[in-house]
């Protein structure tokens, strides 16, 4: 999930020289974060040694980097990192434990808030730009310990509506099982009630193959989405576009196929494009109606989450 801070110029058909970088997880090797051109040239690493890195956002104007970290997916050692853009002065912010298994990440920079889905700990949650004041949103839980072993109940995209004062995440469901739900509730937990007992949450989409990552266009108004689960609905993007009035996602449509277990997705509506990554080492680009596709970049290792940001210095 990528948040983008800046956009200031229009791609022209066919123009490769629009500017921002690309910043990339690879959970393989040693957990690296590494950064392209959007055409996936000069790739760099800037982190290496991360614990299963997951989710990623780049906040542009206060130069930093912010990424998830799964740990191991048996114990509650999950945990939430900051960078500058060039990987230096790493810290910290959520310490393993402050999670159990930090999936994808959202940055709402108006409101200072990092939001995230805890898979195997059954929860979305958010806390202050810092680390401070963590919360859980939704506790899909109802009782079970963590780690969770009910797939239906695992928490992993994330993307917040701010205008409707909206969230939307994904519970992926089994491998390949076609259960896969999406959900969203207000940004405001209702008076009186809590994380594990909320009533507004509403089911958005179900029966769908393994949805994982989520974005949003908010100028347009759309809902994206990746999707791991097998063919034909499966290892693709989709898209939804939201009712104006209410925010609810009509009429899915399929914009992107043939992801070798589809991660992550970023969007960049000014330059009418999107970017995607594969467990198989992949990064993809597109259109947002999924035309004018490339292969950026190919056997690079195994990728979750991707951020597009722009400008850079």
């Known amino acids: 999930?990528?948040?983008?801070?800046?956009?200031?110029?229009?791609?022209?058909?066919?123009?490769?020289?629009?500017?921002?970088?690309?910043?990339?997880?690879?959970?393989?090797?040693?957990?690296?974060?590494?950064?392209?051109?959007?055409?996936?040239?000069?790739?760099?690493?800037?982190?290496?040694?991360?614990?299963?890195?997951?989710?990623?956002?780049?906040?542009?104007?206060?130069?930093?980097?912010?990424?998830?970290?799964?740990?191991?997916?048996?114990?509650?050692?999950?945990?939430?990192?900051?960078?500058?853009?060039?990987?230096?002065?790493?810290?910290?912010?959520?310490?393993?434990?402050?999670?159990?298994?930090?999936?994808?990440?959202?940055?709402?920079?108006?409101?200072?808030?990092?939001?995230?889905?805890?898979?195997?700990?059954?929860?979305?949650?958010?806390?202050?730009?810092?680390?401070?004041?963590?919360?859980?949103?939704?506790?899909?839980?109802?009782?079970?310990?963590?780690?969770?072993?009910?797939?239906?109940?695992?928490?992993?995209?994330?993307?917040?509506?701010?205008?409707?004062?909206?969230?939307y995440w994904t519970q992926k469901g089994p491998d390949d099982a076609g259960v896969g739900r999406i959900f969203r509730a207000n940004i405001d937990m209702p008076a009186g009630q809590t994380a594990a007992t909320r009533s507004d949450i509403e089911l958005i989409f179900d029966k769908l193959p393994e949805p994982i990552d989520l974005e949003l266009d908010l100028e347009n108004r759309v809902l994206y989405w990746t999707d791991r689960g097998d063919p034909p609905r499966g290892n693709t993007v989709n898209r939804a576009q939201l009712d104006p009035a209410t925010g609810k996602p009509v009429s899915p449509e399929i914009v992107f196929t043939h992801l070798m277990e589809g991660i992550g997705i970023a969007l960049d509506v000014a330059d009418d494009r999107m970017f995607m990554t594969d467990m198989a080492g992949s990064v993809y680009s597109a259109k947002l109606d999924g035309s004018d596709k490339h292969t950026l970049i190919f056997a690079a290792g195994n990728l979750t989450g991707i951020a597009f940001a722009k400008p850079l210095s």
């Not at 945990?79 to 060039?86: G, K, Q, T, V």
Request: hydrophobic content about 35%; overall charge positive; proline content about 3%.
């Open 1 to 167: 999930m990528a948040t983008l801070q800046t956009q200031n110029s229009k791609r022209a058909s066919g123009d490769k020289a629009v500017g921002g970088r690309l910043f990339v997880l690879d959970i393989a090797s040693s957990g690296r974060i590494f950064t392209a051109n959007p055409d996936g040239s000069d790739v760099k690493t800037l982190v290496a040694g991360s614990r299963m890195p997951d989710g990623i956002v780049v906040d542009v104007d206060a130069g930093h980097i912010y990424w998830t970290n799964m740990g191991n997916l048996k114990k509650n050692d999950g945990s939430i990192e900051r960078a500058d853009l060039d990987g230096r002065n790493r810290k910290t912010i959520v310490p393993e434990g402050g999670t159990f298994t930090a999936k994808q990440l959202h940055l709402d920079k108006a409101n200072g808030k990092l939001y995230w889905c805890d898979r195997e700990g059954m929860r979305v949650m958010r806390c202050n730009l810092d680390g401070s004041k963590i919360e859980t949103l939704v506790d899909t839980s109802g009782g079970d310990s963590r780690p969770g072993a009910d797939a239906m109940k695992w928490c992993v995209g994330i993307t917040i509506d701010p205008k409707l004062k909206k969230f």
